[in-house]
C-alpha cells in the first residue's frame, strides 16, 4: 500500500513538473522569439524577483514544514493553522504595500515600476499559497499539491500563448498572465484546504506566539534557501548593474534553458522528504545510495544534448546566439544542482540539520560575491562570472555530500572524483571546440562511465523491466 502511494505521489509530482519543464521550453523557444530583446528582458527581471518572493516569509512556512514532516493532514490542528495561514496573509499585505508604495516613490524607470509593483502583488498572491503547498507537501498529500500546481502552469501557459497570438507584445501582459494564474490556483488551493482557511481566526495573540515558534525553527532553512537563489542572484545582478538590462536577457535566456531539468528533479526531492519521515534512519544509507545511482546515471547523460540543443537554438533565435554558447559552462550545474536540491538538501532536512545546509550555503555565497565582485568590477570580465558559477555550486555539492556520507556513513569519494572529471571534459570540449566534436568526445566518455557502472545500470534497467511487466499484467 505504502509503495503504490509513493509511486502514484512521484507519478502526479514528475506530470506536474514536467508539465512545468514543457511550459519552461515552450517559452524559451517562442517568447525571445516573439518578444523585442528589451521586452524579454524586462519580462527576464520580473521572473528573476518573483523568484525571491517565498522568502518573505522569514521562515514561517519554513518551520511548519520542518515541525510537522510526516504527519497526517486528519490530525492537524485545523484552528492553530487557520491562525497561522491568516496572520501569514496579513503580514505579507502589509509588506506589499510598502514595496509598492517604495517603487512608487522612489523608482524612476516606468518599466522597473510595474516589475517591482507587480513582484509585491505576487507576494500577497504566492506566499499564502506557499503556505499551504507546504503543508501538503509535509503532510504527504502530494497528489492535491501537484495538481494545484499543475493546473497553474497550464494556465499560465495558455494566457501566455494566446495573448502572443493576438498581438500582445509588452512584458506587461505576460506579467498580468503569470499573476492570473497565482490568484486562480490560490484560490481553488485555498478551497482545497477549506478546513484550514474558511473559520474564524481564535486567540491572535497566541497566534503571534506561535509564529515566532514557527519562525524560529525555519528561518535557517529559510536563509539557506535564499543562498542557494543567491548563488545564481548575485551574479545575474552584477550583469544588470554593471552591463544592461539587454544582456541581463540574453544571458538569463542561456541560465533558463540550462536549468530546464532542475524542475523536473524538484519533483523527486517532495516526494522524498515526507517518504523519509516515515522510515527509520537506519535505512537512510540503502535509500541515498540506491537515489543517489538513479540520479546521476540520467543527469550525466543529458549532458550529450548540449550541443544539438545549442545549435537549434542558435538557428531559432540567431539573435541570441552569441550568448548561447555560455550554455556549455552552465550546463553542469544541473549536474551539481539536482543531486543538491533532491538529495542532499532533503537528507539533511529529515535529518534536521538545517542549520548545517545554511552555513553551507552562505560560505558559497560569500565566495559568490568575492568572485563576482572581482569578475565582473574589476576584470571586467562576463565570461569569467559566469564559469565561476558551476564550479563554485560543484564545490558547494562536494561539500554538502561529504558532511552527509559521514552522517549517514557511507563512502562516494570515488563516484565524486568520476563525475567532476566527466564535468570537466564537457566543459573543455563545448567551450574549446564549439562543434560536434563536443558530442562524440564527451558521449565516449559517458559510455566509459556506463562501463564503470555496469552493474547499477543493469539493475535499474531490471527493475524497469520488471515494473513495466507487472504493470502490463496487472
Known sequence: MKNSKTIKNLSYSVL??????????????????????????????????SSYVGFFHLGWADGVYLKFGGKKYESLDKTYFNTQFWLLTFCEIILAIIIGGWAYMFVPNT?????????????????????????????????????NYLLEKIIYAVLVIVLLMIGMREFKVLVGADLIARTVTLILLSLECKDIVFRPIKNALKGFK??????????????????????????????????S?????????????????????????????????????????????????????????????????KVILSWWLPQYAESLRYMALLFPMCVFESKMTMLINTYLKALRKEKVIMQI????????????????????????AIVSLPILMGIRSCIGE???????????????????ILTFI??????????????????????????????????????????????RNG
Not at 22 to 32: A, D, G, K, R, Y
Not at 226 to 241: D, E, F, K, P
Not at 363 to 384: E, G, H, R
Request: net charge positive.
Open 16 to 49: 506536474a513538473n514536467g508539465t512545468n519543464t514543457l511550459v519552461s521550453m515552450i517559452l524559451v523557444l517562442f517568447v525571445p522569439k516573439i518578444l523585442g530583446v528589451t521586452e524579454y528582458s524586462y519580462w527576464q527581471l520580473y521572473l528573476f524577483y
Open 245 to 309: 538590462v539587454e544582456i541581463f536577457g540574453r544571458v538569463s535566456l542561456s541560465i533558463t534553458a540550462s536549468n530546464l531539468l532542475m524542475t523536473f528533479i524538484g519533483a523527486v526531492s517532495i516526494v522524498l522528504y515526507p517518504m523519509l519521515k516515515n522510515i527509520s534512519e537506519e535505512k537512510y544509507s540503502e535509500v541515498y545510495i540506491k537515489m543517489r545511482n538513479m540520479l546521476m546515471i540520467p543527469v550525466l547523460g543529458l549532458l550529450v544534448v548540449y550541443y544539438p540543443a
Open 361 to 384: 550555503n552562505w560560505i558559497a555565497v560569500i565566495v559568490t560575491i568575492v568572485t563576482t565582485a572581482i569578475s565582473v568590477y574589476i576584470v571586467d570580465n562576463l565570461t569569467l
Open 402 to 420: 561529504i558532511i552527509l556520507a559521514k552522517e549517514i556513513s557511507i563512502s562516494i569519494k570515488k563516484d565524486m572524483i568520476v563525475e567532476w
Open 426 to 471: 564537457f566543459i573543455c570540449t563545448g567551450w574549446f571546440l564549439q562543434s560536434w566534436m563536443t558530442t562524440v568526445i564527451y558521449a565516449f566518455a559517458y559510455i566509459v562511465y556506463l562501463i564503470w557502472k555496469k552493474k547499477d545500470v543493469l539493475m535499474y534497467l531490471e527493475i524497469i523491466k520488471h515494473e513495466l511487466l507487472k504493470r
Open 210 to 243: 506561535e509564529a515566532w515558534d514557527n519562525i524560529t525553527v525555519g528561518i535557517k532553512l529559510m536563509f539557506a534557501n535564499i543562498a542557494s537563489n543567491l548563488l545564481l542572484g548575485v551574479v545575474r545582478w552584477a550583469i544588470q548593474n554593471h552591463w
Open 111 to 147: 518599466d522597473k515600476q510595474v516589475v517591482f509593483s507587480a513582484f509585491a502583488l505576487c507576494c500577497i498572491l504566492q506566499i499564502p499559497r506557499t503556505f499551504l503547498q507546504y503543508l501538503l507537501q509535509t503532510t504527504n498529500r502530494i497528489v492535491d499539491y501537484a495538481k
